[in-house]
C-alpha cells in the first residue's frame, strides 16, 4: 500500500502540501492520483502525475492543485493553494495503469489522511 503524510489541520488560505510514498517504487511507471472524499460524499479524483511526469487536474477543484514527484524518494506530493473549510477531506493517493478519473478504477491504495481546513 501507498502512505500519505501531512498536516491534519490546516488554516485557510494557507497552502497544504501532502506527500504519497510508494515503498519499493518506482514511479516512473503508472499514473499516481491523487483523490479526495468531502464530508458525505462520494470520492473525487483530484489529479494525476503520469510516469513521463506530465500532469492531469480536476478542473473543478476550487484550489488550485499541483502535483510533483521525487523519483529519487518515491513520492509523489500534492499542494493546495488557498485552500478553505471546502477542502476539508479525507485525502487518498493511489495508483492506476491508465490515466483515469474514475477512483474506481485505480488499484492500489492509501490508508487515508483526514485534512481539516479551520481557523
Known amino acids: 500500500p501507498l502512505q500519505e503524510s501531512g498536516p491534519g489541520l490546516v488554516k485557510p488560505t494557507q497552502t497544504l502540501s501532502l506527500t504519497c510514498t510508494v515503498p519499493?517504487?518506482?514511479?516512473?511507471?503508472?499514473?499516481w492520483s491523487w483523490i479526495h472524499q468531502l464530508p458525505g460524499k462520494e470520492m473525487e479524483w483530484s489529479g494525476y502525475?503520469?510516469?513521463?511526469?506530465?500532469?492531469h487536474y480536476n478542473p473543478s477543484l476550487k484550489s488550485s492543485a499541483s502535483i510533483s514527484r521525487d523519483t529519487s524518494k518515491n513520492q509523489f506530493t500534492l499542494q493546495l493553494s488557498s485552500v478553505t473549510p471546502e477542502d476539508t477531506a479525507v485525502y487518498y493517493c493511489?495508483?492506476?495503469?491508465?490515466?483515469?478519473?474514475?477512483?474506481?478504477?485505480?488499484?492500489?491504495w492509501g490508508q487515508g489522511t483526514q485534512v481539516t481546513v479551520s481557523s
Open positions: 502525475i503520469a510516469y513521463t511526469g506530465s500532469t
Open positions: 519499493g517504487g518506482p514511479i516512473n511507471n503508472y499514473y
Open positions: 493511489a495508483r492506476g495503469a491508465r490515466p483515469t478519473l474514475l477512483p474506481s478504477e485505480y488499484t492500489v
